[in-house]
Every structure is written in C-alpha cells, then in structure tokens.
C-alpha cells in the first residue's frame, strides 16, 4: 500500500507495529509504523505536524504519512 513493500515487522506494542518497508519508487529502506486510528483527531494532526516539521541530527527523518482506512502508516527513514 502507498507505495512502499512492507519486508516484515521488528516491533509491536500496544500503540502500533513497527515494519521494515522498501520504498517502491526509489528503493530506499524506510521504516513504517502503522497505528490503529481510534483515537483524539486532534492529537493525531498535532503528532504528523511535529514530525513534518522536525529536522534534527538526533532524531529519525520523517518520510511521509499515509492515512489508510482505520490506520495512519508513518513513514521515517531507516537507520543502518
């Protein structure tokens, strides 16, 4: 879905599952945390705002964020 093949989960919690993906267009690795949206809007859009705005050397690169059907997959790039 959106563009990336997911290549396996490296981490679930309560609050998503975090995957291994590859980006289809440029193959770049990313990682891809699906979250079930069932939870405040608000908060939500004031999550993907701070991490679209956020460009720091200490933190993941954001990637870009799909919302697909109850889910919102954050995309960040991997690390390695």
Known sequence: G???SLLGAVMRS???TVFVAKDTIS???VAV???ILDGNPELI???VMLLKECRSRYTVNFYDIYKLHN???VI?????
């Open 2 to 4: 959106a563009g990336f």
């Open 76 to 80: 960040v790039r991997a690390l390695g």
């Open 33 to 35: 945390k699906k979250v």
């Open 14 to 16: 309560s609050f998503g």
């Open 45 to 47: 859009n004031n999550e």
């Open 71 to 73: 889910e919102l997959w």
């Open 27 to 29: 193959n770049d690795l």
